[in-house]
């Protein structure tokens, strides 16, 4: 069993930046790989970026690929979202998950933090 608690999202200009944190309990979090979605009002649950256990591969969607930077410390059972250069179509909630392998959908997360919002102004 992972709990997942994410923290960091807030209201911010175009062109700022945030990070997201995802803190996680049990000893089990180097085992899983890890991974950011979102959801905008009114939209489907969508992909962000995804992590190995390990750290060493990344994934990213095309739509924040060179904005954010996924990345996990596994001594402190922590996955960060670097989020730069925001824009105002990144406003949504950010959710992470934790999953067997760093998949692309949803449904292969097996645990998911309550989210938080970013909300990001023109």
């Known amino acids: 069993q992972v709990q997942l608690v994410e923290s960091g999202g807030g209201l911010v200009q175009a062109g700022g930046s945030l990070r997201l944190s995802c803190a996680a309990s049990g000893r089990t979090f180097s085992r899983y790989a890890m991974g950011w979605f979102r959801q905008a009002p009114g939209k489907e649950r969508e992909f962000v970026a995804a992590?190995?256990?390990?750290?060493?591969?990344?994934y990213y969607a095309g739509s924040v690929k060179g904005r954010f930077t996924i990345s996990r410390v596994n001594a402190k059972n922590t996955v960060y979202l670097q989020m730069n250069n925001l824009k105002p179509e990144d406003t949504a909630v950010y959710y992470c998950?934790?999953?067997?392998?760093?998949?692309?959908?949803?449904?292969?997360?097996?645990?998911w933090g309550q989210g938080t919002q970013v909300t990001v102004s023109s």
């Open positions: 998950a934790a999953a067997q392998k760093p998949f692309y959908t949803d449904l292969e997360y097996d645990y």
């Open positions: 992590i190995s256990w390990s750290g060493g591969s990344t």
